[in-house]
């Protein structure tokens, strides 16, 4: 099995919704990834969990908080969130975190806010 | 400037073609440079990476590096409908900063 598996595919909510995204994978990786993507633009990188702590947070807003219940399942909760944090929230995993070449993404959650 | 440039295209290109997307670097600390390929709607899927200054080979792609020049290429030959994607370079630095591009849309038409 080599998939990343994400759902919801599609979200849409209001700003003082509370909602979350799941991310799975059954690869044995240890680096767990949530990367944000804007239209036309490249993935951008939010946090990455390493052994189910978080070790990089990239400066995102408290609204996005992350959570790794075990190695293989990754969540992203959502509350108060902002029109413009619609975007395809992407999660990816590697062997390792230093591994950061090698990621396999999911599909991607679709998040529009109104 | 930005760390990674790529040209966004978009790319049309007859089925057959050759395929050559570039991107430029800035810095020299980058070691490692890898190829995604990102159909729509879907996430980025890994399709060549390469340590050294070089070619190598997959089937139908080429991912070439010139370290010199802070210049990666990815050539598609024989190109496929099928291709029609977005193409993001993407590398590495040695603090395992992974950088992407902007990504090339690429239409290859039957």
């Known amino acids: 099995d080599t998939e990343v598996t994400q759902t919801p595919k599609h979200l849409v909510m209001g700003m003082t919704n509370k909602k979350s995204l799941k991310c799975e994978q059954h690869m044995g990786h240890r680096a767990m990834y949530w990367y944000k993507q804007k239209a036309k633009k490249p993935p951008e990188l939010m946090f990455v969990?390493?052994?189910?702590?978080?070790?990089i947070n990239e400066s995102v807003p408290s609204r996005f908080s992350p959570e790794c219940p075990n190695s293989s399942l990754l969540n992203l909760h959502l509350h108060a969130l902002q029109p413009e944090d619609s975007a395809l929230y992407l999660c990816?995993?590697?062997?390792?975190?230093?591994?950061?070449?090698?990621?396999?993404f999911g599909e991607g959650s679709r998040l529009t806010v109104l | 400037q930005k760390e990674v440039e790529q040209d966004p295209g978009p790319l049309s290109v007859p089925e057959g073609a050759i395929v050559s997307l570039n991107c430029t670097y800035s810095n020299s600390a980058f070691q490692y440079f890898m190829w995604y390929r990102q159909y729509s709607r879907k996430g980025p899927e890994l399709l060549m990476y390469t340590y050294s200054s070089g070619n190598k080979e997959d089937g139908r792609f080429t991912a070439q590096v010139d370290k010199s020049s802070k210049y990666i290429s990815l050539f598609i030959r024989d190109s496929q409908p099928s291709d029609s994607a977005t193409y993001l370079c993407?590398?590495?630095?040695?603090?395992?900063?992974?950088?992407f591009g902007t990504g090339t849309r690429l239409t290859v038409i039957p």
């Open positions: 993407a590398m590495i630095s040695g603090a395992n900063n992974l950088f």
């Open positions: 969990y390493s052994y189910e702590k978080l070790s």
């Open positions: 990816a995993s590697s062997q390792l975190a230093g591994d950061t070449g090698e990621l396999f």
